[in-house]
């Protein structure tokens, strides 16, 4: 049964954690233009951000562009971006990233979450040395990812302990 539940914990590390870092990123973006998180004067506007993100999943939650600003120029859904210009692979390394962190807090190995970090930082070292506000949105999708899995893992090695 505690197979089960470990499982469990990390599936729901790796799959929820994508809404919940989107959200963040959303939130980000709102605080950033100074407007309220989420508008009622312009639904529309809603939308269009929900569309950047699903779009820009492939690359980074919140379709991250090299050389523009966070407010600047996002990808949008049906569009094609230039290549290089776009942080690829952000959905799966995040799931990655995700499984990796819970399963270190499972197997009571912490000290792993070091590794995780490390690769993930250096991995993406000289794209976001370009692009600060890229590295401001990876900053904050990364720790809101791992947030979640730590959380999600810690609640499943409290239930199981």
């Avoid at 090299?66 to 949008?76: E, H, K, Q």
């Avoid at 390394?93 to 499972?106: N, W």
Wanted: hydrophobic share 55%; no cysteine.
């Amino acid at each position: 049964m505690d197979f089960l539940w470990v499982v469990l914990a990390l599936l729901a590390a790796a799959a929820l954690g994508w809404p919940v870092t989107a959200a963040v990123l959303r939130l980000a973006r709102a605080v950033e233009n100074s407007g309220p998180p989420f508008s009622e004067a312009d639904p529309a506007a809603d939308q269009n951000l929900d569309a950047e993100l699903v779009a820009g999943s492939r690359a980074a939650p919140g379709g991250i562009r090299s050389g523009g600003s966070a407010a600047g120029p996002r990808v949008r859904a049906g569009s094609t971006p230039a290549p290089g210009s776009v942080l690829r692979g952000g959905l799966v390394i995040g799931v990655l990233e995700r499984l990796a962190v819970a399963g270190a807090i499972l197997a009571s190995e912490p000290v792993a979450i070091a590794y995780v970090v490390a690769i993930k930082g250096l991995g993406r070292y000289a794209e976001l040395k370009e692009t600060p506000a890229a590295a401001e949105r990876f900053i904050i999708g990364t720790l809101t990812s791992m947030l979640w899995a730590v959380a999600v893992a810690t609640a499943a090695r409290a239930f199981l302990l």
